[in-house]
């Protein structure tokens, strides 16, 4: 597609699972960036990917989150053990050079029961 | 720590009355300073950017912003809303050069009444 697409839209699960989120960047951008945003709240920066180099990873907040990035394009972050605080918007976004304007994915609506 | 300030929360305007949101950040250095909106139901995107160049900054739909570096601010406006400019809008900065990282805030949610 011509934009970033993640998935799932949404997803409810227990406290304790472990939960997977997907994105697919803009072909060729090769930064790719992870937010969160909690009800009332701005953007909370999470992880960066850049081409190959090593993630900046400075956001996630807990070891519970992970993220990692296959062959310089689709990402996945990973979240283990959910707790309710974990419950917010994940975006996903996307930017040709780390300098350019970020496109956005739809998010995944994250809710832990 | 660098932050952005977004002053308004909740904003209710009439159809073509004027709007200005305010968007003031804490930092000294080169910024590039960004608006995106978020239509009801729509992904975040792009509404304009200033990176360098004429502080003021015209951007899609009518949308401007002006970057008053002594005040640390880049206040968005537009003369007269419509309806279909309800939606949520957020400013965002990141401290220039090669850092990436966006600095965002809170966001402003705004209703424009028909």
């Known amino acids: 597609g011509a934009g970033v697409s993640q998935s799932p839209s949404n997803k409810v699960t227990e406290k304790g699972k472990d939960v997977e989120l997907r994105c697919d960047p803009i072909s060729g951008h090769t930064a790719l960036y992870w937010y969160r945003q909690s009800l009332g709240q701005g953007l909370e920066f999470l992880i960066y990917f850049q081409g190959n180099s090593a993630p900046d990873k400075s956001g996630l907040p807990s070891d519970r989150f992970s993220a990692e990035r296959t062959g310089g394009s689709v990402s996945t972050l990973t979240i283990q053990r959910t707790q309710q605080e974990d419950s917010a918007v994940y975006l996903c976004a996307s930017s040709s050079t780390r300098e350019q304007p970020q496109h956005f994915g739809d998010g995944t609506r994250l809710s832990i029961l | 720590a660098q932050s952005v300030s977004q002053h308004n929360h909740h904003v209710i305007l009439s159809e073509a009355a004027s709007l200005e949101l305010g968007c003031n950040y804490s930092?000294?250095?080169?910024?590039?300073l960004f608006w995106y909106v978020q239509y009801p139901g729509q992904h975040l995107q792009l509404l304009l950017k200033?990176?360098?160049?004429d502080p003021l900054v015209k951007g899609i739909k009518g949308f401007e912003a002006e970057f008053i570096k002594s005040k640390f601010s880049f206040n968005l406006r537009k003369p007269s809303v419509q309806w279909s400019d309800t939606a949520e809008y957020f400013c965002?900065?990141?401290?220039?050069?090669?850092?990436?990282?966006?600095?965002w805030g809170a966001g402003t949610k705004l209703i424009i009444k028909p």
């Open positions: 930092y000294g250095g080169t910024v590039n």
């Open positions: 200033y990176f360098s160049g």
């Open positions: 965002a900065v990141n401290a220039g050069g090669s850092n990436y990282q966006l600095i």
